[in-house]
Structure formats: structure tokens, C-alpha cells
């Protein structure tokens, strides 16, 4: 006590031990580690379990008997865990035949767009023609169109060239290059300085070597996130393999699980089991790409 009233004598301020002589910095830092951190990370966990719920359901239907299923109130773990609910999936069905078809779309699909997008984004956005504004906005437009506009001509087209009950009419347009991911590496190449290229041309290389020498390493995050849209989309179409394959040995994944169902009648365990091995690919792949495609993503939106 009489330290603190010699100091106090002194002139000096000397901040009592009780909280409400904290300084205001200290006493607000609870609440800003809160509202900043704890309340954010707590509602996106609960969005993320929302989410997640129908997949967790999924796969622990896929591992429950049939009666099971329907019980009421409804049982969510299963009593007995039946793993043989994936063989007998797999078994039912030519799984793997289906499966390959599908990988093999989806590789060819991912090559097109690779090769095609890019060259049509760079000739528009680092060579100067005359027209390239114009021929922009015409391929951005082209998004406008439904697909379901385009369905019927362009099967009459296919039909008239002799492509229905092939893999082509699922395959050649990603050789054309689609109007949202030449859309999107255009954006992206607009960040790119033009005193690279101007440079690279200083130095007597070629435009396709100025393409693939400079412009391409840098083009890495988009081009990722290409590949993964492209397998997403490939993977899970079902409209496209519908309507053009007729032969069931050239049916895609998402075909022969409808053709599981009409054929098998509603064995739900089974078809929650196949369906969860028909998850893993986009699951992994995502896991994989995510941050390509988030880099992809801020330099659409502008953020860094």
C-alpha cells in the first residue's frame, strides 16, 4: 500500500487489479476472437454438416439391410454393417465396363478442352486482329443458349453424319473449345504483362512459342480448374450418353445406374452402394484441385 501511494504521489498512473481498469484493448479482444473467429468457423462447420448430411446418409444406406431402410422412426446407423451390400453392387452390373467408358470420356474431354480453350483465349486476348472484340462477345453469347435449344439440331446433325451409338457426339465439341473456359482464361491471360511476350518475340520466338514457352506455365490454376470441371461434367452427364449411346456395352456410369434400377427394381441398398463408388472419383479429384481452383477462382473475381 504504500508503494502504490509513493507511486501515485509520484505522478505515475498505475491501473488498479480489478477488469474494470483493463485497458479497453484487452477487455474487446474476447469478443473480437468471437465475432471473428469462433461465430464464423461455427455456422460454416453447421452449413458443412448440412451439406454433408445427405452423403453421410448415402453411404450409411448403402451399408444397412433392406428392411432397414423403411423402418420407422428410421434407424441411422445400421444394426449390422453390410459390406457385401458393394460386391453384390459391382457384381450386378458390368460396373467396371461402365466405369471405363466413363474415364475414357473424360480423359478425351479433358484433352480437347486443353488443347482448344487456351489457343482460342490467347488469340483473342495477345494477338491484335481486327474483329477479335466482336468474335469475344459472340462466343460469350453462345452461353445464353439453352442446351435444351440445341438438342434436337444438333442430334439431326449427328444422326446425318452417322455418329449416333458413338463416343464422338460426346467428345468432338470439347475440340471447339467451350465458351465459359475460353471466357475464363481470357480473364486470367488479361493479368498477364504483355512485355513477356513482347519480349520472347524480341527474342525471335515464334507466336506458338511464345504460347507454349511463356503464356502456358503461367496458365497452371485455370487450366486446372478446367480439367476438373471438365471431369465433373463429363463424369455425371447423363442427358449426353442417353440420347446418343444405344448399345449398353458403350454405356457411361450414370446410364447403367438408371439401367440398374429399371433391371433390379428399387434393391435401394444396392443402388446407395454403387452410387457411393460412382462419389469417390470427384471426391478425390476435388481434394486434389482445390486450391488450382481457388488461385483460378480469385483471379476471375479480382481478389488475391
Known amino acids: 500500500?504504500?508503494?502504490?501511494?509513493?507511486?501515485?504521489?509520484?505522478?505515475?498512473n498505475v491501473l488498479p487489479d480489478s477488469p474494470a481498469g483493463m485497458p479497453k484493448n484487452r477487455r474487446r479482444r474476447p469478443l473480437l476472437v468471437l465475432r471473428r473467429t469462433i461465430l464464423p468457423h461455427a455456422a460454416l462447420s453447421l452449413l458443412g454438416l448440412i451439406f454433408l448430411f445427405p452423403f453421410i446418409w448415402l453411404l450409411l444406406t448403402s451399408l444397412k439391410n433392406p428392411s432397414e431402410i423403411f423402418q420407422v422412426p428410421p434407424a441411422f446407423f445400421p444394426e449390422k454393417w453390410q459390406w457385401s451390400n458393394y460386391g453384390n453392387a459391382i457384381g450386378s452390373i458390368p460396373f467396371f465396363l461402365y466405369m471405363g467408358n466413363t474415364l475414357l470420356l473424360c480423359a478425351v474431354n479433358i484433352a480437347g478442352q486443353l488443347f482448344s480453350a487456351p489457343l482460342v483465349a490467347y488469340s483473342i486476348t495477345k494477338i491484335p486482329w481486327r474483329g477479335r472484340g466482336i468474335i469475344f462477345s459472340l462466343v460469350v453469347a453462345t452461353m445464353i443458349l439453352p442446351a435444351q435449344v440445341q438438342m434436337i439440331p444438333v442430334?439431326?446433325?449427328?444422326?446425318?453424319?452417322?455418329w449416333i451409338n458413338t463416343f464422338l457426339p460426346l467428345t468432338i465439341g470439347s475440340f471447339f473449345g467451350a465458351p465459359f473456359y475460353i471466357f475464363l482464361l481470357r480473364q486470367f491471360m488479361m493479368g498477364i504483362p504483355g512485355e513477356l511476350c513482347e519480349a520472347a518475340k524480341m527474342d525471335g520466338a515464334s507466336e506458338l512459342r511464345t504460347y507454349g514457352q511463356?503464356?502456358?506455365?503461367?496458365?497452371k490454376p485455370p487450366l486446372m480448374t478446367i480439367a476438373l470441371f471438365t471431369f465433373v461434367g463429363t463424369y455425371t452427364d447423363f442427358m449426353g450418353p442417353l440420347i446418343y449411346l444405344n448399345d449398353n456395352t458403350k454405356w457411361t456410369i450414370t446410364v447403367g445406374?438408371?439401367?440398374f434400377l429399371q433391371d433390379h427394381g428399387a434393391q435401394w441398398e444396392l443402388l446407395m452402394a454403387a452410387s457411393a463408388i460412382f462419389t469417390i472419383p470427384m471426391?478425390?479429384?476435388?481434394f486434389f484441385g482445390q486450391k488450382y481452383f481457388m488461385k483460378a477462382g480469385s483471379t476471375l473475381s479480382g481478389f488475391k
Open 1 to 12: 500500500m504504500e508503494t502504490s501511494t509513493n507511486l501515485q504521489g509520484s505522478g505515475l
Open 155 to 162: 442430334y439431326i446433325i449427328f444422326a446425318k453424319l452417322g
Open 214 to 219: 511463356i503464356i502456358v506455365p503461367l496458365l
Open 257 to 259: 445406374l438408371q439401367g
Open 283 to 286: 471426391v478425390v479429384l476435388y
